[in-house]
Structure formats: structure tokens, C-alpha cells
Nanobody, 121 residues
């Protein structure tokens, strides 16, 4: 059984930083892509960033480019989202997700439970 467990959320002032972690258990991640998504109250879930586990190519939403960095640690089967220069509009529940590279974009098979990020002004 594949499980994704996020951690690292919390309350931070605008301009601050947080690092989210997503530990994956139950399978290896070669030929998989890891993604981070977020959902703010009253809004649809949106893509934040993704990384190809093999090769490390990264992809970002325009709204977070230059502020957020996605990375992974193969040995720990863990993906990270380093978030700097946080803004109040970054407030949301953040989810990590995993999908085979063969799936179409945004067709993620596995999801974590989410971690709350709140940025105060």
C-alpha cells in the first residue's frame, strides 16, 4: 500500500519560510513524478510544483517561481517543498501527490492527507 505523509506546515509571517516534507512508503519512485498542490478555502485545488524522480527535472506554477523550490532525497524516499518569501495568498492546505510518468499530466494516483500553511500579513 502506497502512503504519502506530509509534514512541515504551520503559521508564519509574510516574508518568512517553511519547508514541507512528503515521505513516501510502499513503493520505489523510479519513473514517477512527485507533485505539490494546494487548496485555499473556497478555491479549487491548484498545481504548485512537480519533480521527476528520475532525473530531477522541476516544474513550477508561475505564482511560486523564484520563491519555492521542489527537491527530493532518493535515499529517504522523500520530496520537499522549500517555500521562501511567503505571502498571505500562499495560505492553503498543501498536498503532495505521486503519479507514474506514463500518466497524463495531473492524473496523480496517490495523495497525502495535506498540511496547513498559514501566512499572516
Amino acid at each position: 500500500q502506497v502512503q504519502l505523509v506530509e509534514s512541515g506546515g504551520g503559521l508564519v509571517q509574510a516574508g518568512g519560510s517553511l519547508r514541507l516534507s512528503c515521505v513516501v512508503s510502499g513503493r520505489t519512485l523510479s519513473n514517477y513524478r512527485m507533485g505539490w498542490f494546494r487548496q485555499a478555502p473556497g478555491k479549487e485545488r491548484e498545481f504548485v510544483a512537480a519533480i521527476r524522480w528520475s532525473g530531477g527535472d522541476t516544474y513550477y506554477a508561475d505564482s511560486v517561481k523564484g520563491r519555492f523550490t521542489i527537491s527530493r532525497d532518493n535515499a529517504k524516499n522523500t520530496a520537499y517543498l522549500q517555500m521562501n518569501s511567503l505571502k498571505p495568498e500562499d495560505t492553503a492546505v498543501y498536498y503532495c501527490a505521486a503519479r507514474p510518468e506514463s500518466n497524463r499530466a495531473y492524473e496523480y494516483d496517490y495523495w497525502g492527507q495535506g498540511t496547513q500553511v498559514t501566512v499572516s500579513s
